[in-house]
């Protein structure tokens, strides 16, 4: 099914180079200003209140989450955007499972292993 072309209405003064062809959009707009940027997945609640918990723990303690509370929701996605929310907050975490919850814990950066120079006589 061919598109009606329809000539520009606000074009009266008869001048064919500025007569364009209005072709009406599919689907409303709206300024890019006005729209929220960022996404909001359908675990940040989840993965936003581990990482508001492993805020206030010690370096020593795991946060633990009780996997029935996940309401359904697979463990592995739920690990997937806590990977994806920490790696953005350059955190590092480590995370582990039992039968029964899913652990998460800061852990500090792995050390690189620099060879020592030798001395050097002088």
């Known amino acids: ?12 003064s008869g001048n064919k180079q500025n007569d364009k062809a ?3 959009a599919h689907f409303a707009s709206k300024p890019i200003s006005a ?6 997945g359908k675990h940040n609640l989840i993965v936003s209140m581990i990482l508001e918990d492993l805020a ?13 509370c996940l309401e359904g929701e697979k463990m592995e996605n739920v ?13 590092l975490v480590a995370t582990a499972t ?3 919850y899913f652990y998460v814990w800061r852990t500090e950066p792995k ?3 620099t060879a ?7």
């Open 35 to 40: 729209i929220p940027h960022g996404r909001k």
């Open 111 to 113: 050390k690189t292993r």
């Open 22 to 24: 209005v072709v009406p």
């Open 116 to 122: 020592a120079a030798p001395k050097r006589l002088t």
């Open 98 to 100: 039992d039968e029964k």
């Open 1 to 12: 099914m061919p598109k009606e072309v329809q000539t520009n209405p606000r074009n009266l």
């Open 79 to 91: 690990r997937s955007a806590l990977n994806r929310a920490t790696r953005q907050r350059n955190m």
């Open 56 to 68: 206030s723990l010690d370096l020593e303690k795991a946060v633990l989450v009780p996997l029935d």
